[in-house]
């Protein structure tokens, strides 16, 4: 966490990388808690980025 720490996402380089981090982790062959915590937080980062950009 402390090499990608979670931040609010705000362009679309974020956006990727943020993904890149969450692959990573889910590429473990096992999570644990902290994994699993930190796995929230990204995925919460990103829902909130496509909601922000998401045009209907």
Sequence with gaps: MTAFPPRPITN??????????INK????????AD???????L?????DYEEQTESF
């Design 43 to 47: 995925g919460l980062t990103i829902y």
């Design 25 to 32: 982790i889910l590429d473990k062959p096992e999570l644990n």
């Design 12 to 21: 679309e380089l974020e956006y990727q990388a943020t993904q890149t981090q």
């Design 35 to 41: 994994d699993r915590a930190y796995l929230k937080i």
